[in-house]
């Protein structure tokens, strides 16, 4: 079902490299050792927001974090993107500097105008834990919402080292209206006219994330059990599941409870909604990501899996501009220098608690401190362990 695109990025070194490459989900050579490090859940405080309406303790619509919660671990307030060139300022890209460590100049892999599916050259944090350690596909999770398809895209870079064969899963609605489609073409259910409208359909989805070519385009099998679960509890329609960012967290609680990643990145996006035009649509993004890290906290402190062995890492992917006089307030595409000033929590065992580091620091910082928490080298991040916060 698969459309073939232009797979010249695909080809350069994501899938070459080693005759030993297993399909993309599949477990990992045996030769890896088991786990038993920390589960780490990165919050990619997602939508770009600034430190006034999130850590400034007078003005901030995120009171749990940072009055409650910020006092469980060590707070970063003067975390920054680098200013350099190539280095922008927005979503996709402050992602892939979380999960990489490295600062890159993104372009759209087949060059399609604002496409933003951008490929790393280098290893993701998901690739180095599953390359050094035996974890499953469905325990190496991106929690991804509903309106950045192209986010589908970060599951894997190019280096020929790593790749396709350690790349991490996905939870999406996207995912899940792949398995629908699919679902009803394996079952018949439909007349010869539907079930051909669901075939297209399924190309089309499909073809937005076209390196999973060479598998029949489905998830690994806990995946698909997880799906057909929210199938049973929210139906086929839509109106019944959450939305937003309400709708990651759910899917964060759930796969806590049912497949028990070691390492999850949930990349939240409400605040973005800013683009619309109203304040409030950024103000009320903030409070509900708030809610939602208070609920995945809840569930760690009590799932037996997650209690007293789990590390939450928490980043924006980037900063907002402060300029009053734009017709839309609160931007970030423009370079301004509060749009590249973020902060850090970090909470969990082996972490200092009620701690402030007041020091510049950089957001490509965090994925070498995770290598760090969950032993895992690495090798190719460029920004140093934050220290400060590790006991």
Request: aromatic content about 8%.
């Amino acid at each position: 079902m698969t459309i073939r695109l232009d797979r010249r990025s695909f080809t350069r070194g994501v899938m070459a490299g080693s005759a030993l490459a297993v399909l993309p989900g599949t477990q990992v050579m045996a030769r890896a050792r088991p786990y038993s490090g920390p589960k780490v859940i990165i919050i990619r405080y997602g939508g770009g927001v600034r430190r006034r309406e999130t850590i400034d303790p007078v003005h901030t619509h995120a009171p749990y974090l940072r009055h409650v919660l910020a006092k469980r671990g060590t707070l970063y307030p003067l975390m920054e993107i680098e200013s350099a060139e190539g280095v922008e300022t927005s979503h996709g890209q402050g992602t892939l500097h979380i999960l990489t460590g490295k600062y890159e100049s993104y372009q759209d892999v087949t060059g399609e105008f604002l496409g933003e599916r951008f490929e790393a050259s280098v290893p993701t944090l998901f690739e180095y834990l599953r390359k050094d350690y035996a974890v499953p596909a469905h325990q190496a999770l991106i929690i991804n919402g509903e309106d950045r398809a192209q986010e589908e895209f970060f599951t894997f870079g190019s280096h020929h080292l790593y790749g396709a064969r350690y790349r991490s899963e996905v939870l999406s609605l996207y995912r899940y209206k792949t398995y629908l489609l699919r679902r009803t073409i394996a079952r018949h259910e439909g007349t010869d006219a539907e079930l051909a409208e669901a075939a297209r359909q399924l190309s089309k989805l499909e073809a937005i994330d076209y390196r999973r070519e060479g598998t029949d385009g489905g998830q690994v099998r806990e995946i698909e059990d997880f799906w057909e679960n929210w199938r049973r509890h929210f139906g086929q329609s839509g109106l019944i599941n959450p939305r937003g960012d309400g709708l990651l967290t759910e899917l964060a609680v759930r796969a806590m409870r049912t497949l028990q990643p070691s390492l999850m990145m949930v990349n939240y996006q409400d605040p973005d909604y800013v683009h619309w035009g109203n304040p409030a649509h950024y103000t009320r993004g903030v409070a509900i990501i708030d809610r939602g890290i208070e609920r995945l906290i809840a569930a760690a402190d009590s799932e037996p899996a997650y209690r007293d062995n789990t590390v939450f890492v928490i980043v924006p992917d980037c900063g907002r501009d402060s300029n009053t006089l734009m017709a839309v307030p609160y931007q970030h595409h423009f370079g301004s220098r509060s749009s590249h000033e973020i902060w850090a929590l970090i909470v969990g065992p082996g972490v200092a608690k009620n701690q402030v580091v007041d020091r510049v620091v950089q957001q490509s910082s965090i994925a070498a401190t995770v290598g760090r928490l969950m032993g895992v080298e690495t090798r190719l991040a460029e920004g140093s362990v934050l220290g400060d916060a590790l006991l």
